[in-house]
């Protein structure tokens, strides 16, 4: 806020004239010993901090009631829709010269919760993940009011071991003896890392050199993956051409022999095939690509086995699903994002290495010499800032750490558990219900439907039925999307 | 938590047996209604909400009088420092099976807190950022607590649009009268945005086809440029032997006519220079490189002109220091984060892009289906998923956004103005003390200066003292850092 005297609601008469005697005061005694410097005082605090403090205390309470209690509260909206250019009005976005009033930053707190998604709502189906995690709340309420970048031990000490942590026990239940990996902004971003590796495995000095030089390289990925894996092509100058994507079979998993035959073809025009991206949990239908025999062709034509489990690897923490991600442990890397099913808030992902050879660290150096010096007082095999493509990196491995504390392996286990046991009863739900009909038998938390209109029940389900759905469909704007809640249950 | 009966601490005996009572009762109703799945009773809460808020409360209180009031408190350690193996045990990081209690997890809580870097402190000084902002503070709390991903209209309504406000208002301080942009997690990412922008701009089939076909793409920064644009180049294929460093002057500042040099070089042997990174604050001097004549070089041979102001573009708030950027309106494009002199908290980041045809989206866009349905019931350009390279994204222009409201374009240019006060105030402080001795004499907040010891004091500054002063140097591990802290005037 601009000047104290804009702070005009929130506060009692007596309080306020408290206030202001307090800062008459404050004020006398600055003037007496300012320190003048272009016509800035520099002594004394920059900011008001006894207003900011009570701000931040007075909008932790608006989240606790609208945020947080609300989330767990059915009967409350998801939303309070509004389309763009009328929410414009209504949000006042328009940054000007001068500050606004405490009270007038209040209502826009109040606002922009009242008008945004409730993501934590139990009636919340628009994405991959849903519901709230108290502990890994906590967790992110601390970092954020801590603000720390996690690269060097000096100045993020309790986040890097905690993040070695995390990777470490991600790895074992990946069913690696050692590895190593990284947090970092997404499960897009995770298989960027992954491809970029692997090409640096096979050609090192393509970090020197560039692609320019190099043959054709070609990777694999079947034709349900995420759609990042052709953004990381273009990305990392391969191109989009050069992704072959493999057929996949009527549950959406790759078929191991169109792989193997695409190999040879990539090998049969000269160019140099390097990489797979297998998917454990696809977007829409949740499949599982087959990784066992899949890794099979890897070691044959000698291709880096990535998994794209950013969905799909939260399965691994249960005994009864985990045998969706079979022959994970044979991998070369893993993408495993626990903001999604395992509720951990967004972002939290992490790339995860069966390398130990420090393959990351001397693919991603670039030895900064201001940051990362040599001669400091402790292991600076802590200082992991070099691995990561950013600089500033965020703590996101604290929040999930917090929530396994809290419920120990057992209960992330039974969140997986519950998830999957709604999804068949959804199923069940659906079978049983007029007008819905089951596009495919789930393996896992996607459950694909029809919704069909009374008016085309009683057709005869032919070519002429299905184009007619499809329209209805685009017209009620409802096309197929994943339901993953692991809530809602009425 | 693993179970209720874990919650020992934090409560009164009478309260733990309302607690106890209000629990046995829903234990039989819920048992009575039990929907059950594979072993899992589907319906009733997944969580113990009412701890779960009680817990989020109480964390809250603690970083209310651990985080946020210490960050005020000059006499408070910025750091209780432990060597890695001796805080591994303190922290007690083991993931086990089973949940930890109430109480233990809030030790956990008060250990992260108490052993992790206050960068909030008034003496912080570790890297390019410092202080506190309650209002970004507060905002950040309320993204946390809404758990948003920015990709479309439908899942973030208020934060695109916030974006949008924001970034409007960014490109209007550059100086272009429309544009583009993206907030994205980082400086050195926002180089590879630029970097990709650039390629694609020259050569659009590159999407497609990648790099193997392509001459050599070369470009150019200043040997004093941050190390995320080598790492760039290495991650976009275009290879590190393909940065050509550009000598600087004594101040740190690229010498136009070396860029010139080197771009005829590049083109005489047959490759494509593409892409100029200019900084606007260098990391260790703190130095703007010449804009206008840079400009001048890139519109000669159809370069594109990116400004890494990362650590500088913040100047462009102060009237009275916005003339250090002079010529950035001439850019295609520029990385500017807000985190760091502006303080809205890691990490807010913007990616700025001169061009309006569409560029960044048709650049980064991928199509995917079930996220970008063009059947949507409200204007779809609002759906900016698909100009990035992630899919989550976080909304890190609230943060800002909320700052800005709070403080004015004043509040935030006094900001600026101060931290350069402060600066100027530092300098004068070095040059009147015994012991001290100043690099060069700053443009910026960064004062570059060497401690020398007391033995060092009579000696005569030739050969010998520099190289004696420089080991002293290593063995203290006292290297040539950046000060930027606007605060901590003693």
């Given at each position: 806020?601009?000047?104290?005297?804009?702070?005009?609601?929130?506060?009692?008469?007596?309080?306020?004239?408290?206030?202001?005697?307090?800062?008459?005061?404050?004020?006398?005694?600055?003037?007496?010993?300012?320190?003048?410097?272009?016509?800035?005082?520099?002594?004394?605090?920059?900011?008001?901090?006894?207003?900011?403090?009570?701000?931040?205390?007075?909008?932790?309470?608006?989240?606790?009631?609208?945020?947080?209690?609300?989330?767990?509260?059915?009967?409350?909206?998801?939303?309070?829709?509004?389309?763009?250019?009328?929410?414009?009005?209504?949000?006042?976005?328009?940054?000007?010269?001068?500050?606004?009033?405490?009270?007038?930053?209040?209502?826009?707190?109040?606002?922009?919760?009242?008008?945004?998604?409730?993501?934590?709502?139990?009636?919340?189906?628009?994405?991959?993940?849903?519901?709230?995690?108290?502990?890994?709340?906590?967790?992110?309420?601390?970092?954020?009011?801590?603000?720390?970048?996690?690269?060097?031990?000096?100045?993020?000490?309790?986040?890097?071991?905690?993040?070695?942590?995390?990777?470490?026990?991600?790895?074992?239940?990946?069913?690696?003896?050692?590895g190593d990996g990284i947090?970092?902004?997404?499960?897009?971003?995770?298989?960027?890392?992954?491809m970029n590796l692997a090409?640096?495995?096979?050609?090192?000095?393509?970090?020197?050199?560039?692609?320019?030089?190099?043959?054709?390289?070609?990777?694999?990925?079947?034709?349900?993956?995420?759609?990042?894996?052709?953004?990381?092509?273009?990305?990392?100058?391969?191109?989009?051409?050069?992704?072959?994507?493999?057929?996949?079979?009527?549950?959406?998993?790759?078929?191991?022999?169109?792989?193997?035959?695409?190999?040879?073809?990539?090998?049969?025009?000269?160019?140099?095939?390097?990489?797979?991206?297998?998917?454990?949990?696809?977007?829409?239908?949740?499949?599982?690509?087959?990784?066992?025999?899949?890794?099979?062709?890897?070691?044959?034509?000698?291709?880096?086995?990535?998994?794209?489990?950013?969905?799909?690897?939260?399965?691994?923490?249960?005994?009864?699903?985990?045998?969706?991600?079979?022959?994970?442990?044979?991998?070369?890397?893993?993408?495993?994002?626990?903001?999604?099913?395992?509720?951990?808030?967004?972002?939290?992902?992490?790339?995860?290495?069966?390398?130990?050879?420090?393959?990351?660290?001397?693919?991603?150096?670039?030895?900064?010499?201001?940051?990362?010096?040599?001669?400091?007082?402790?292991?600076?095999?802590?200082?992991?800032?070099?691995?990561?493509?950013?600089?500033?990196?965020?703590?996101?491995?604290?929040?999930?750490?917090?929530?396994?504390?809290?419920?120990?392996?057992?209960?992330?286990?039974?969140?997986?558990?519950?998830?999957?046991?709604?999804?068949?009863?959804?199923?069940?739900?659906?079978?049983?219900?007029?007008?819905?009909?089951?596009?495919?038998?789930?393996?896992?938390?996607?459950?694909?439907?029809?919704?069909?209109?009374?008016?085309?029940?009683n057709m005869e389900k032919?070519?002429?039925?299905?184009?007619?759905?499809?329209?209805?469909?685009?017209?009620?704007?409802?096309?197929?999307?994943?339901?993953?809640?692991?809530?809602?249950?009425?």
């Open positions: 806020m601009n000047s104290e005297a804009s702070y005009e609601g929130g506060m009692e008469e007596k309080e306020k004239e408290e206030v202001q005697t307090n800062n008459q005061h404050e004020l006398l005694q600055r003037k007496k010993n300012a320190v003048l410097v272009d016509g800035v005082i520099l002594n004394g605090p920059a900011a008001d901090s006894k207003m900011g403090e009570k701000f931040v205390e007075e909008v932790s309470k608006v989240i606790m009631e609208d945020v947080i209690k609300k989330a767990a509260d059915v009967t409350e909206k998801v939303c309070e829709w509004q389309p763009p250019e009328k929410l414009k009005m209504l949000l006042d976005l328009e940054l000007k010269d001068t500050g606004e009033t405490y009270q007038r930053l209040m209502e826009f707190c109040q606002n922009v919760i009242k008008f945004s998604v409730k993501t934590n709502h139990p009636r919340f189906f628009n994405q991959l993940y849903a519901g709230i995690d108290y502990y890994s709340l906590a967790a992110r309420f601390i970092t954020e009011a801590l603000n720390p970048s996690v690269y060097t031990y000096e100045v993020s000490p309790v986040f890097l071991l905690v993040e070695e942590a995390v990777l470490k026990k991600m790895i074992e239940f990946i069913g690696w003896k050692e947090f970092n902004p997404g499960g897009s971003v995770s298989n960027m890392y992954a090409r640096y495995k096979h050609f090192p000095d393509i970090k020197e050199k560039g692609l320019s030089e190099m043959p054709r390289l070609v990777l694999f990925t079947s034709e349900e993956c995420h759609y990042s894996v052709k953004k990381a092509a273009s990305f990392l100058g391969i191109g989009t051409q050069n992704v072959y994507f493999i057929k996949t079979d009527e549950r959406g998993k790759m078929i191991p022999e169109e792989l193997e035959k695409q190999v040879q073809r990539a090998r049969k025009e000269g160019s140099a095939p390097f990489f797979v991206s297998a998917t454990a949990g696809t977007t829409v239908l949740g499949a599982f690509d087959p990784l066992d025999e899949i890794a099979d062709i890897c070691e044959k034509y000698d291709l880096w086995l990535h998994v794209d489990a950013s969905w799909g690897g939260s399965a691994l923490l249960s005994r009864k699903h985990r045998k969706l991600l079979q022959g994970i442990h044979r991998a070369n890397s893993v993408a495993w994002n626990p903001h999604k099913m395992l509720m951990a808030g967004i972002q939290c992902c992490a790339l995860l290495v069966k390398d130990n050879s420090n393959l990351l660290k001397r693919c991603y150096s670039a030895n900064a010499s201001y940051l990362f010096q040599q001669d400091k007082f402790y292991d600076i095999s802590y200082d992991t800032g070099d691995k990561s493509i950013q600089c500033s990196r965020r703590a996101d491995a604290f929040k999930f750490w917090m929530t396994w504390k809290a419920l120990g392996t057992t209960g992330l286990e039974e969140r997986v558990n519950r998830a999957l046991a709604l999804s068949r009863y959804l199923v069940d739900e659906i079978k049983k219900r007029e007008g819905f009909q089951l596009l495919l038998e789930p393996e896992y938390a996607n459950i694909c439907f029809w919704y069909i209109p009374p008016s085309l029940r032919g070519h002429e039925f299905w184009e007619k759905l499809s329209h209805k469909q685009e017209e009620n704007n409802k096309s197929c999307k994943p339901m993953t809640k692991d809530d809602g249950v009425v």
